[in-house]
């Protein structure tokens, strides 16, 4: 049946359909690939519905990798298509695998880059629970913002990745245990065990945070049974532990004099 000039398109509504350029299309028939078969009565291309179907193929093909004679061969019958298409899957099989390859260096480059920044809030958040409270940093830099002490500790946690963090928790975790392994065995605060869980203490603040003396250590065990934020903290863990700790680190204070 005789196409009527409705059902034959132009060169520029094929373009459109096939997402593919006018200038492709100009050339796909210069090359005789594909030459519209009707023409309108001022010349213009005009493609019909067969047109169309071989324009489809070539756009398969050409998605496959094929080159313009590749397909030239093989849509005149030419060349052997299940060999073409065999030698494109090994080829397309290769460059998936070199895509997948690349999709694993750029996770491992994502996950060291985002190893090596900062910790987040929300980070610290999940690790350390209610132990990490925002408003009190605020009020911790009012208090002790103008001292070496707190100029030491942001310049060294400022540089802090997670993983850093972890090993921080890490730490107290031990020496609070020690404290209260110490305690519930009935030892004294001024055993050996004691102070030297109170050492502990006062050598990982000195090492994570900020220089502390053993006066100074003294201070912050004061600290613990005044305020009642850290002395909760520490009867959380066991009845009693905020005294003992203090006791603990006096007693570690006056064994180094």
């Known amino acids: 049946m005789t196409e009527t000039t409705q059902d034959l398109l132009t060169v520029g509504q094929v373009a459109e359909t096939f997402a593919v350029t006018v200038r492709t299309l100009h050339h796909y028939d210069e090359i005789g690939l594909l030459t519209p078969r009707e023409r309108s009565y001022a010349g213009y291309r005009l493609y019909t519905a067969s047109d169309l179907e071989r324009l489809a193929t070539i756009v398969v093909y050409r998605r496959l990798g094929f080159g313009l004679e590749e397909i030239a061969e093989l849509l005149a019958g030419e060349g052997d298509l299940v060999e073409h298409l065999r030698r494109q899957r090994a080829a397309v099989t290769t460059r998936l695998t070199e895509l997948r390859e690349l999709v694993t260096a750029l996770d491992h480059a994502l996950e060291a880059e985002m190893g090596n920044r900062?910790?987040?809030?929300?980070?610290?958040?999940?690790?350390?629970?209610?132990?990490?409270?925002?408003?009190?940093?605020?009020?911790?830099?009012?208090?002790?913002?103008?001292?070496?002490?707190?100029?030491?500790?942001?310049?060294?946690?400022?540089?802090?990745?997670?993983?850093?963090?972890?090993?921080?928790?890490?730490?107290?975790?031990?020496?609070?245990?020690?404290?209260?392994?110490?305690?519930?065995?009935?030892?004294p605060p001024t055993s050996a065990a004691a102070m030297d869980a109170a050492e502990a203490h006062r050598r990982h603040i000195n090492d994570r945070f900020y220089d502390v003396s053993y006066s100074m250590h003294q201070?912050?065990?004061e600290m613990y049974v005044t305020d009642a934020r850290f002395t909760q903290t520490y009867e959380d863990l066991a009845p009693g532990l905020a005294a003992y700790v203090k006791a603990a680190i006096d007693a570690n204070a006056a064994r180094q004099q």
Do not use: C, H
Not at 122 to 129: I, Q, V
Not at 131 to 149: I, N
Not at 159 to 164: E, G, N
């Open 118 to 187: 900062p910790a987040t809030t929300e980070e610290l958040k999940d690790l350390f629970g209610d132990g990490f409270d925002e408003s009190y940093a605020a009020e911790a830099q009012e208090r002790w913002g103008d001292t070496p002490a707190w100029t030491q500790s942001q310049a060294r946690t400022a540089t802090y990745i997670k993983a850093d963090w972890e090993s921080v928790k890490a730490e107290m975790d031990a020496v609070n245990a020690a404290f209260v392994a110490a305690l519930e065995s009935g030892e």
């Open 219 to 221: 201070g912050l065990g």
